[in-house]
DNA sequence: TGTCCTTGACAATACGAATTAGCACATACG
DNA sequence: CGTATGTGCTAATTCGTATTGTCAAGGACA
């Protein structure tokens, strides 16, 4: 591997010092250098194929112009989503993107890397950020995303509401027998989706007998499996409430499998909107949840916090809105 | 944020000299250090809860640590396989991973972007690789995956042999009227599919007409409209194989839109063979290309080749293998 | 007692850029 | 002619760690 070009060698083809090419290349407003310098020193680079190294600039300046994203599971599209609408937004305003993928465990282990990295700022969409030492998030640029809401500023979905949304539709296509997909882990989301779900049915008077609250991972798979459980009641549930949209298509397969006709003799929601619910067939009714507007909102505030804007707080939840399909419909005539 | 502890603080907490405290964290074999210093330098590091400074590191043994990857679209869901499992690898190995998404123009700009920050190696999955400059690839470690093998060190699948399944298992079952939904960019495991594919069809004497060949961009909206107009043909094609199984599946929509019975009336056969295969319905029909694996061996060949193992030349092409699903069955009768 | 090792630590320096202070030189002014 | 005022650049230093060479102390040995 060839040796790298430094500052010094630009220097030296131009004919100055190593500072007059770091003044002239990091483009210090305050420098004061003729001309004709100036585009000395240019050719020189330009000649030379000079790149300045980020690392002895790190070094110096203690900034890395990298951040770290940490989510649970890069596969599920929603992160993936929120992932890609991110770096976009950071690798436009010079920034690298450091992935971290954290599974179901601590974001903990990966806050240490980072940190010995130097990292400038911090995304974290991972179960359990808020419960971390917050000497980990203290000494660095954080922003939580959906996340209970505490000392860090974040951006988050109305969750609740997606909640909410959910049980209104089923509720007024005359559903009485609903049952909810729930979470198997404890992320805050899915808490607050569950929470507004709950409300929303009870401010109707319909209650979630525990037969039909059923819990799941958050992969198709277990969704199919989930739902397997519930056609099994004696009393089938008419409509389903799945907290995402990976295991309402889980739980639709399950259907299709046990030939349950979809909507007619049973309705399924999922939440999210991801791509992949307007590929199955029928289309998924779900709750769009703008993923990539969270990832990049996410960064742009990450990046104004650490270009030393004065800290912006959290702004206000992502509205969500009921996106009707294929999988719902009335409630079957009378099922007793 | 509270200032960094440096290993001067540990040395001066420890009662000796900062290069001292080097030798032991870094954990250099030569080192000549009395066990008790030792205990004593672990223990302070542990008190003030030193982590080295990596970027101080990087600069002095220009080696930072952390890979690059770059691929064309993090939300199609082979490249968040191929990226996932690079990750865990590299992760686990004790390096970061820069994640760059070039959408379908070249890698060169993130290439210069990974030289700048001294990056020990990098991934390549993207369009025109082996097209970029070589200066660029020669001063780093490269690893390319399913590109033209030149020069670097690759891994790729059998590329070819997927699309010869499929040409075979179509024909297998009686299809004479194939049709193909092939590539809009030109990316090398895509063109070896074709022409796999085409080869396979040759060899049993059946032609693909121009009109049976449309050309789509890799995502499901683009397969729906590429379907459609297959659709609209005079004389149908009895059976189509699409490049990728996003393409596949979106293909499969327009079929369902249009109420053409898939397989019986059409059959459809997709590649990659991504989870949501396995979601639609009916579920496709695919080849299986090994995605998780060839992200995790790219990442095992880089780092192997950086930790200074004489160069690996790349390992022959990953095998690939028929799914057979609920996307194909034997031809319709006679449909003329 | 003096020489030779061996051991254990440290001083000095490098890595490549950024930054601060300050030095020459030129120009302007009284 | 001597003093102020800029201008344009450089010398010196810094960032935090790694590494090389060196040096002092202590023991072994003749």
């Known amino acids: 591997m060839a040796p790298r070009v430094t500052a010094r060698d630009v220097a030296r083809l131009a004919g100055v010092s190593q500072p007059t090419v770091s003044l002239v290349l990091s483009k210090n407003p305050t420098a004061r250098i003729s001309a004709e310098t100036r585009a000395r020193i240019l050719q020189a680079a330009e000649e030379l194929r000079y790149s300045p190294n980020l690392v002895a600039r790190s070094l110096v300046r203690s900034r890395s112009y990298a951040l770290g994203i940490i989510v649970p599971d890069f596969r599920n599209p929603f992160f993936a989503d929120v992932v890609s609408s991110a770096e976009r937004v950071a690798s436009q305003a010079g920034y690298a993107v450091l992935l971290c993928e954290a599974g179901e465990s601590s974001p903990a282990r990966y806050l240490e890397a980072l940190h010995e990295r130097v990292i400038d700022g911090v995304i974290i969409d991972a179960v359990g950020a808020s419960e971390v030492d917050s000497e980990l998030l203290d000494r660095t640029n954080v922003v939580l995303i959906d996340q209970l809401p505490g000392r860090w500023p974040g951006v988050a979905t109305d969750a609740e509401s997606a909640g909410a949304l959910a049980a209104e539709h089923l509720i007024s296509l005359g559903h009485k027998r609903i049952a909810f997909i729930g979470p198997a882990i404890d992320a805050h989301a899915f808490r607050m989706r569950e929470r507004g779900f709950w409300k929303g049915l009870s401010a109707n008077g319909i209650s979630l007998?525990?037969?039909?609250?059923?819990?799941?991972?958050?992969?198709?798979?277990?969704?199919?499996?989930?739902?397997?459980?519930?056609?099994?009641?004696?009393?089938?549930?008419?409509?389903?409430?799945?907290?995402?949209?990976?295991?309402?298509?889980?739980?639709?397969?399950?259907?299709?499998?046990?030939?349950?006709?979809?909507?007619?003799?049973?309705?399924i929601m999922g939440c999210d909107d991801i791509e992949l619910a307007q590929l199955v067939t029928p289309e998924l009714t779900t709750i769009r949840v703008p993923a990539g507007e969270l990832g990049a909102r996410a960064a742009r505030l990450l990046i104004r916090a650490i270009e030393g804007e004065k800290e912006r707080k959290s702004s206000r939840p992502l509205p969500v809105s009921l996106v009707k399909r294929g999988t719902t419909a009335t409630a079957p005539e009378e099922s007793q």
Chains 1, 2 share one sequence.
Request: aromatic content about 4%; hydrophobic content about 50%; charged content about 20%.
């Open 209 to 267: 007998p525990s037969e039909y609250l059923v819990r799941a991972n958050a992969t198709a798979i277990d969704g199919r499996a989930a739902m397997r459980s519930l056609l099994m009641l004696e009393s089938r549930p008419t409509a389903v409430f799945c907290v995402n949209d990976v295991i309402a298509i889980g739980a639709l397969k399950a259907c299709v499998a046990a030939k349950v006709k979809v909507p007619s003799e049973i309705s």
